[in-house]
């Protein structure tokens, strides 16, 4: 198994351009999740989804779109990346219902450069 | 609501000496607990993980942590650092009931002296 797959693993932006984080899992989890690492604030949740059509948002979600139209993908979209955005990216998927307690299973992650 | 708290963002210890880092929590419900290890570059991998059985948990490459329900706390150990140790050591809380999303710290960065 291939568990959590992101790409790209780099990518540099100029401010304004817009892109496409991808997340694919092959475990079959319910749950998948994106988060942004910065230097001192830990990991901050952007969006969420609990399983294919139903996302929801978290701690940091502006200027961050997502959509889940099957159990596998789950990509972030930025539709006009600021310098703000420059971040390491986080993708993870957990089980579902009864199986779930927030163990989560992470990707490598995907590191942006907004310029 | 729930929340975690790494004590310290960087722990410097040497070879072989005891590693311990901090983590307290809060949660208004029996919650969940967890310890990730990040490797420079990488992503997070699970160490261990409290799920209401043993308060003392043991994970990969001799860590452990227990659980102390009076404390708060969820303190990760090791009796003998080694180079290998270096990373970033995140704590993560979620709820036995209701929502499972986790909560995570801040994260602690474990230096490692020859």
């Known amino acids: 198994n291939a568990g959590v797959t992101q790409t790209p693993k780099f990518q540099v932006l100029k401010t304004g351009q817009s892109m496409t984080l991808q997340c694919a899992q092959d475990m079959n989890h319910e749950y998948m999740s994106w988060y942004r690492q910065d230097p001192g604030m830990g990991l901050r949740l952007i969006h969420y989804s609990v399983g294919a059509g139903i996302t929801d948002q978290g701690e940091v979600p502006n200027g961050y779109n997502v959509s889940r139209s099957t159990t596998e993908d789950f990509p972030l979209r930025l539709l006009s990346a600021a310098p703000s955005q420059t971040s390491v990216y986080f993708c993870?998927?957990?089980?579902?219902?009864?199986?779930?307690?927030?163990?989560?299973?992470f990707g490598e992650g995907s590191r942006l450069t907004v310029l | 609501a729930q929340s975690v708290t790494q004590l310290g963002s960087h722990v410097s210890v040497s070879e072989g000496a005891l590693v311990l880092l901090r983590c307290n929590y809060s949660?208004?419900?029996?919650?969940?607990l967890f310890w990730y290890v990040q490797y420079p570059n990488q992503g997070l991998q699970l160490l261990l993980k409290y799920t209401s059985a043993a308060t003392l948990v043991k994970g990969i490459n001799d860590f452990e942590a227990e659980f102390k329900k009076s404390e708060t706390s969820f303190h990760l150990t090791k009796p003998s650092a080694h180079m290998s140790d270096a990373a970033e050591y995140f704590c993560a809380v979620s709820r036995s009931g209701g929502s499972y999303i986790p909560t995570f710290g801040r994260g602690t960065s474990l230096i490692v002296h020859p």
């Open positions: 993870a998927s957990s089980y579902g219902g009864g199986r779930n307690t927030g163990e989560l299973f």
């Open positions: 949660s208004s419900v029996p919650p969940y």
